[in-house]
């Protein structure tokens, strides 16, 4: 079972990054901490079905506290990407292979000490996963 952890609790200046190899040009979850069921209180990255990447967090109410995303084709199909999201002061920032591919301001601070899915984010308010594959750490 999988329990809330307060090291997820991303209040402050953080990296996480991860390798992804995408076969279908669909929407698809890379990770996210918070819950699947609700839109709220979560800090997330996702692919879209256009393979622009999108990074974006959610305080306890539904605004958004930040959401940036890149341009379309920044993750190429069948190919090996390294998908980077930052948070650094007011300032979020993704990179993909290396290449910053969108920058934005935050105006907030969200609060969430749930569980860190890989594999699964929430997508115009339903769950996505990545290629029908979910892990949890926690």
């Known amino acids: 079972s999988s329990v809330a ?4 609790n991303l209040t402050s200046d953080f990296t996480v990054d991860c390798h992804v190899r995408l076969t279908t040009a669909a929407a698809h979850g890379i990770w996210m901490i918070g819950t699947s069921t609700v839109d709220t209180q979560r800090i997330q990255v996702s692919v879209a079905a256009d393979m ?3 990074f974006q967090a959610q305080a306890s109410g539904s605004s958004l506290v930040w959401d940036i995303v890149s341009a379309p084709n920044a ?3 069948n190919q090996m990407a390294h998908i980077a999201a930052t948070r650094y002061g007011n300032w ?3 990179h993909v292979n290396g290449k910053e ?4 301001k935050t105006t907030g601070t969200p609060t969430t000490n749930q569980i860190m899915r890989l594999g699964v984010a929430r997508v115009d308010g339903a769950p996505v996963n990545l290629q029908r594959t979910t892990r949890q750490a926690g």
Request: hydrophobic share 70%.
């Open 92 to 94: 979020v920032v993704l």
């Open 52 to 54: 622009s990447v999108r």
């Open 5 to 8: 952890n307060a090291a997820f």
């Open 75 to 77: 993750v190429v199909l």
């Open 101 to 104: 591919v969108a920058r934005g």
